[in-house]
T-cell receptor, first 116, second 115 residues
Framework: GAGVSQTPSNKVTEKGKYVELRCDPI?????LYWYRQSLGQGPEFLIY????????DSGLPNDRFFAVRPEGSVSTLKIQRTERGDSAVYLC??????????????FGEGSRLTVL | GDSVTQMEGPVTLSEEAFLTINCTYT??????LFWYVQYPGEGLQLLLK?????DKGSNKGFEATYRKETTSFHLEKGSVQVSDSAVYFC??????????????FGKGTKLSVIP
């Protein structure tokens, strides 16, 4: 498809388990973002990649969260020792321009994570 | 830090009614302003944007004007349709301390349009 693809669309796990969420951005988009959307809230920034490197990870809540983008395309958000408070929809977005002020990000439909 | 405040929903309107969704912001720099929309079962998508004061963004009959003096970017549409039913997010883009541009979103306003 032509859009941002995220898998899985839904993930239910138990407290303490490890989770990986995958994002496949639009082909050719150099910038990739992860956001988290809790119930009743707007998306909150987690991390931004320009190419393979994390240019800004200031939004990651703690060291249980980590993200990689080894080849500059697909990205994986990794959450260790999940907690119930991690339950949210994790959104991935990509853009062509990178760190610019246009703000036109192309979002995937998100991965809904539920931690029991 | 930067923040966006938008009117709480849900908002329910009859078809062809006039729509206003209020949005105000706080930012340290000179942000660009956006409205994103999320239709049921779909991802967020950009509706319109304005990059400097007094700019008007418009798309699909929606409009919003960047008002620096009131730090506002209210969304309006003259005649809503059932197909406009969605969640609307106001957002700003500003240069972060880490040197990258980030989008800061409001909480979203759910709009339901009834025939």
């Amino acid at each position: 498809g032509a859009g941002v693809s995220q898998t899985p669309s839904n993930k239910v796990t138990e407290k303490g388990k490890y989770v990986e969420l995958r994002c496949d951005p639009i082909s050719g988009h150099t910038a990739l973002y992860w956001y988290r959307q809790s119930l009743g809230q707007g998306p909150e920034f987690l991390i931004y990649f320009q190419g393979t490197g994390a240019a800004d990870d200031s939004g990651l809540p703690n060291d249980r969260f980590f993200a990689v983008r080894p080849e500059g395309s697909v990205s994986t958000l990794k959450i260790q020792r999940t907690e119930r408070g991690d339950s949210a929809v994790y959104l991935c977005a990509s853009s062509l321009e990178g760190a610019t002020n246009t703000g036109e990000l192309f979002f995937g439909e998100g991965s809904r994570l539920t931690v029991l | 830090g930067d923040s966006v405040t938008q009117m709480e929903g849900p908002v329910t309107l009859s078809e062809e009614a006039f729509l206003t969704i209020n949005c105000t912001y706080t930012a340290t720099g000179y942000p660009s302003l956006f409205w994103y929309v999320q239709y049921p079962g779909e991802g967020l998508q950009l509706l319109l944007k304005a990059t400097k004061a007094d700019d008007k963004g418009s798309n699909k009959g929606f409009e919003a004007t960047y008002r620096k003096e009131t730090t506002s970017f209210h969304l309006e549409k003259g005649s809503v349709q059932v197909s406009d039913s969605a969640v609307y997010f106001c957002a700003l883009s500003d240069l972060s301390g880490a040197g990258s541009y980030q989008l800061t979103f409001g909480k979203g306003t759910k709009l339901s349009v009834i025939p």
